[in-house]
């Protein structure tokens, strides 16, 4: 007798891990590690670590939404207009509420056609190096700014030495290297860091 074993296409995402950044003196904002364990051949990594806040996740949902007019898309959490980053509870609660916009977002097929969405959860590019990596204005396409990404993505050195470089770096540090293919190896710290970004969050 032959056994067939079909596995069971999956995509794992996990919302975690905020953490308080400091754009300058007067701003901060929270940003969370999305984590992505995935067999699904819709997916150019089958793990990735990036780290986003919650203007991107708008930002993203606006992009499917005008990509997939047809479809209702689900809601991130409101903005809440007494949001304090220092209330675990406020913050858990969008974290909670992040989890499940994607959760529900990674189940449609169409949604997960869309290249942005991949770039958003596998790469570190900012909003505006997505859309120009989409319609064809950069020299690398999405799988090649995903692999990029993940061999910049690595956990050596040591913990220690990326934050000592990375405090010695921290004037140049950038949301895309010279490459353009995201941040450079010392804004990396752990395999997430955030991308530094000027606008509100």
Not at 38 to 52: A, D, E, L
Not at 68 to 88: G, T, Y
Not at 114 to 125: A, I
Not at 156 to 181: T, V, Y
Request: aromatic share 8%; hydrophobic share 35%.
């Amino acid at each position: 007798l032959i056994f067939i074993m079909h596995l069971q296409e999956f995509v794992t995402v996990l919302v975690r891990d905020p953490r308080i950044q400091k754009e300058d003196s007067w701003h901060s904002y929270i940003d969370y590690e999305i984590f992505i364990h995935t067999n699904s051949i819709c997916f150019t990594r089958k793990t990735s670590c990036v780290r986003r806040r919650y203007r991107e996740f708008v930002w993203l949902r606006q992009r499917l939404q005008s990509n997939a007019v047809l479809i209702q898309l689900p809601e991130l959490p409101s903005r809440n207009p007494f949001f304090n980053m220092n209330n675990p509870n406020h913050v858990d609660h969008r974290r909670q509420g992040l989890q499940e916009f994607l959760e529900k977002i990674l189940q449609d097929a169409l949604l997960l056609s869309d290249s942005r969405l991949h770039l958003f959860l596998q790469t570190q590019l900012s909003p505006e190096d997505m859309e120009a990596c989409v319609s064809g204005q950069t020299k690398y396409s999405v799988a090649d700014a995903i692999l990029s990404f993940a061999s910049l993505n690595r956990r050596f050195p040591i913990e220690d030495e990326e934050e000592k470089q990375g405090k010695n770096d921290a004037d140049s540090d950038s949301e895309s290297s010279s490459s353009g293919l995201g941040p450079s190896d010392d804004s990396i710290s752990c395999g997430c860091k955030a991308s530094p970004a000027s606008e509100e969050s």
